[in-house]
C-alpha cells in the first residue's frame, strides 16, 4: 500500500513558496504509543470491531449461524466472509462449517483467545478514553 502523503509549505514561506510532501498519519496511529496503550489493530476495524462485538454476546460455548450474523451486522456475505478470514486467521474466531440436511451451514464462535483479546480491546479503549 503507497504511503498517503499531504502537501505541506516548507516553514518560513510566504506566498507561493515552496511545497513539500509530508507523511500523514493514519487517525490515532501515535495514540496508543503515546500513552502506552496497545491497541489490537486486527480488531479495531470497524467491520471487525462490531463482529468480534456481536460474537462475544453469544454465550460461550454457543455459535451464531452466517447468515444471522450477517443480517444483524448488514453485511454482504463476500465481505463478511474476508473479515472472518482474518479473524480466524488471528486465532480469535472459529467457523463451524457442517450440514444442514443437504445444505451447507457455518456456525461461528469466539474462541477463548478471541473473548480475550475482545475484552482487553474494551478494557484498553476504555483506559485511552479516559486518559
Do not use: C
Not at 500500500?1 to 502537501?7: L, N
Not at 447468515?67 to 486467521?89: D, F, I, Q, V, Y
Not at 475484552?119 to 483506559?127: A, D, I, P
Amino acid at each position: 500500500m503507497a504511503e498517503k502523503s499531504r502537501r505541506v509549505k516548507s516553514e518560513g514561506s510566504v506566498g507561493s513558496g515552496t511545497w513539500a510532501a509530508k507523511p500523514v498519519e493514519p487517525a490515532g496511529a501515535g495514540a496508543s504509543a503515546a500513552s502506552g496503550v496497545d491497541i489490537d489493530p486486527v480488531i479495531h476495524a470497524q467491520a471487525r470491531l462490531r463482529i468480534m462485538a456481536t460474537l462475544a454476546a453469544v454465550p460461550a460455548g454457543d455459535e451464531l449461524h452466517f447468515p444471522r450474523l450477517r443480517e444483524l451486522l448488514g453485511m454482504t456475505a463476500g465481505n463478511l466472509s474476508t473479515h472472518l478470514s482474518k479473524l480466524e486467521a488471528a486465532g480469535y474466531v472459529q467457523q463451524n462449517k457442517t450440514y444442514a440436511g443437504r445444505s451447507p451451514a457455518t456456525f461461528l464462535a469466539l474462541t477463548l483467545e478471541g473473548r480475550v483479546a475482545f475484552e482487553r480491546y474494551v478494557r484498553n479503549l476504555r483506559s485511552l478514553l479516559n486518559a
